[in-house]
């Protein structure tokens, strides 16, 4: 018998839109940041935000308005101040007989109904939309927020006639002020700006680079680098000098790297920005990383693993001892995937301590450790006294060096379960990179269980994805199997505001499990070479990078020119296909 839910939760289930492993996923993380479920719905990718409004609407016998499809004329805009409507997050439909229809993202807020009938001395009837088509109906009916944008103060900060490069360089002789760029709004509101826009647009880096005219300011979104801006070369100091000042970092420093932290709040999200200064031949340049606590807080059901993978994945995170190596390159989704094994891990039977250089994201009843170089406190030290501390699970941000992966090794073997990261393009080729560290092959091949390679793809915006139908040579240049190509719902997003036009929001993981199992141990002994030990896990069942994000294009998640982006196809791949092809 089908479980019965409440309210609009029931609607989405009867239409298909979410799974009961959904719900639980979204009950859960509800409890965790307190939000509702209908917001964290939308936030774990399950259902649409104009999804699960239709349903509220449904149930709550109103209407649903499509804001983008309707033209609100001035003379009802005119009818309610901008103020009210900013504050309540509402906005005048159309006027009706006496009174006035607004739209509004509660259904139940009869405070903020009975509080306009009040100021606007009139019958005030709600209909339902989206708190976002909302938010960017008010500003393109009133503007933006006290007339400014980004794009006005970048106008103005461009214009402004005031010679900072002579201030920095002051400071940076030693005897300039600490609040050189505080001596000038549009700097403070542009950088203020700049992070406030790179969190709306759900950028994971901010990029200010220097140039020998300009000054680049690049957003890096869903993994892909987008220019905003071109600025006047003798705005560089300026900028960086209010970065630092924000970072608590030395301002006089120009000829040294540099790293610090800014703590900064954007609605209802915590936000740490990490910075990171390096010198250039013209002048400094500026990595801000945005690190939304959200993301860590995300299961291991969202990583985006199919099926088998997930099952695997979630009885190596129940072993008592052994390593998991998580390997790719950086910005890979490495972290996420290692800190949703944390969380599922993360119980009050069990003491997990990390040591992680550096520490991203704090988590609630775990033990993290930084790394200081600085002063002899690296990977290999952490990890000796870890074992002191009687830990059940421990993880290693990196395996660089042999004494590291030694450590590590050593751990493993006395009992405990330990998770780390590896730099490498497959799965396979991380036995190879141990053994190349100078670890023996006897010990790699007794400790570690498991590898698992991984990517991170564009997904398809889910408001304007459609059906497609790709070409015979596209499915060629794929590999496709005339069965696979049978049972594909291929899809591609057409671009629209949700996505910036890109036809992409958000992304997810492909990834590459290599279990290792008595055979695997055996050739690990034997120094085989990797291409031999990659046959076999194939064979064994083993889906590489490529085919498992072909296997996502099959299914409608991304598009093939994304997964040609970060995994390559190979003689293997094509054998694999050609062997399933004639089963």
């Known amino acids: 018998m089908a479980k019965k839910y409440k309210g609009f939760i029931q609607i989405l289930v009867e239409q298909g839109v979410i799974t009961d492993a959904q719900i639980n996923d979204a009950?859960?993380?509800?409890?965790?940041?307190?939000?509702?479920?209908?917001?964290?719905?939308?936030?774990?990718?399950?259902?649409?935000d104009e999804e699960v409004m239709r349903a509220r609407a449904q149930h709550n016998r109103m209407e649903y308005v499509d804001i983008s499809q309707i033209e609100i004329p001035e003379v009802v805009i005119e009818l309610m101040p901008e103020a009210v409507a900013r504050e309540n997050n509402v906005i005048p439909m159309a006027e009706t007989d006496g009174g006035l229809k607004v739209l509004m993202s509660?259904?139940?807020?009869?405070?903020?109904?009975?509080?306009?009938?009040?100021?606007?001395?009139?019958?005030v009837t709600v209909a339902l939309a989206t708190r976002s088509s909302i938010a960017l109906a008010i500003n393109r009916m009133y503007g933006q927020v006290e007339g400014e944008s980004a794009d006005s103060i970048l106008q103005e900060f461009t214009d402004t006639a005031i010679d900072f490069t002579e201030t920095v360089s002051d400071a940076d002789e030693g005897g300039g002020n600490d609040d050189a760029s505080e001596g000038s709004a549009p700097i403070v509101r542009l950088v203020g700006l700049m992070i406030q826009e790179a969190v709306q647009l759900r950028a994971s880096d901010i990029h200010v680079e220097p140039f020998e005219d300009r000054v680049r300011i690049r957003y890096r979104i869903d993994g892909v680098l987008h220019e905003r801006d071109r600025l006047p070369r003798r705005q560089l100091g300026a900028i960086i000098s209010r970065i630092k000042i924000l970072a608590s970092i030395d301002i006089a420093e120009k000829r040294r790297e540099q790293d610090g932290r800014i703590k900064v709040s954007s609605g209802e999200k915590e936000l740490d920005l990490r910075v990171s200064i390096i010198p250039t031949n013209n002048g400094q340049s500026c990595v801000l990383r945005l690190l939304d606590k959200d993301n860590i807080k995300i299961g291991i059901r969202q990583l985006g693993f199919s099926e088998e993978n997930y099952k695997v994945f979630n009885q190596l995170i129940r072993r008592p001892n052994g390593i998991v190596l998580v390997t790719g390159p950086t910005g890979s989704g490495k972290t996420t995937t290692l800190y949703a094994a944390m969380n599922g891990l993360n119980r009050p039977d069990r003491k997990i301590i990390t040591a992680e250089d550096p520490v991203e994201y704090y988590l609630p009843g775990i033990n993290q450790v930084e790394v200081k170089h600085k002063i002899g406190l690296d990977?290999?030290?952490?990890?000796?006294?870890?074992?002191?501390?009687?830990?059940?699970?421990?993880?290693?941000?990196?395996?660089?060096d042999a004494e590291t992966v030694s450590m590590g090794i050593q751990a493993s073997l006395t009992g405990h379960l330990v998770f780390s990261t590896l730099h490498t393009n497959d799965a396979p080729t991380a036995i190879t990179r141990m053994i190349d560290m100078g670890v023996p092959g006897y010990l790699v091949a007794s400790s570690v269980v498991a590898i698992l390679a991984q990517r991170l793809v564009r997904t398809i915006c889910p408001k304007c994805r459609a059906r497609h139908t790709p070409s015979e040579a596209d499915i060629k240049e794929a590999g496709l199997t005339p069965q696979q190509v049978e049972n594909a719902t291929f899809m591609r997003g057409k671009g629209c505001n949700s996505c910036q036009k890109s036809g992409f929001r958000g992304r997810v993981g492909i990834y590459e499990m290599l279990i290792v199992d008595s055979k695997v141990r055996e050739m690990i002994f034997a120094n085989t070479p990797t291409q031999e030990i990659r046959t076999y896990c194939m064979s064994a069942g083993m889906k590489t990078l490529y085919q498992d994000g072909m296997a996502k294009v099959c299914k409608g998640f991304t598009t093939f020119d994304e997964v040609y982006r970060v995994a390559k196809r190979t003689e293997q791949d094509v054998a694999a296909n050609l062997a399933s092809a004639s089963v």
Do not use: H
Request: hydrophobic share 45%; net charge positive.
């Open 27 to 48: 009950e859960s993380l509800a409890k965790q940041t307190k939000k509702e479920i209908a917001i964290t719905l939308v936030q774990l990718g399950y259902a649409t």
């Open 379 to 400: 990977f290999a030290r952490i990890i000796r006294s870890m074992l002191r501390q009687a830990p059940n699970v421990i993880l290693v941000g990196e395996m660089r």
């Open 106 to 123: 509660q259904p139940g807020d009869v405070d903020t109904i009975e509080k306009l009938r009040f100021i606007l001395n009139r019958d």
